[in-house]
């Protein structure tokens, strides 16, 4: 057996035990490849996503609450919450660019999932919080505060700006 086909062997038995995992917490997931593993929304769960940036925030609020919840992040940037389902997006979230919210049997690949662009992965694990799902709405709460908060920061005197913003070695003439 070559190395790679051991590498994909023991992928396999990864994917198959995430599925294992998922479904015994009532997590409905497909297998829709040998190195794909689909969540599907609307019936146990819904999936919140959003920018990374913006889900970072986000962890920043929970973390601050004491709350931990399950978080994953793809390859492409973007981070998402599975939540309570059947909750409706608040019309505040509508226009937040990146927000969407999965359900009625829409399908996200779930982790350890390969995407043409890298892995998906949890950056907190499901089982850290027993598989609990967080009601939609406190996540939806925290996200509309992380977006206020991004709109009162963004572009304010004495905000950090990007290092590559800085100006250095100005001289005056």
Sequence with gaps: MSGWDSYRAVYGAELRAAARECTDHGWPVIE????TLLLVTGTALDVLEMPAALGRRVCTQLRDAGAVVPLAATPTGAWWFPVTPGAELPVEL???SGVVLHGDGVTVPAP???TPDGWVHWRVAPALCGYRLPVATTIFHAV????????????????QRPAGAVVVGVRSA
């Design 94 to 96: 509508r226009a937040a």
């Design 112 to 114: 350890p999932s390969e």
């Design 32 to 35: 829709a490849a040998e190195t």
């Design 144 to 159: 509309i505060d992380a977006v206020r908060w991004r709109a009162d920061h963004d572009g304010h005197p004495g905000t």
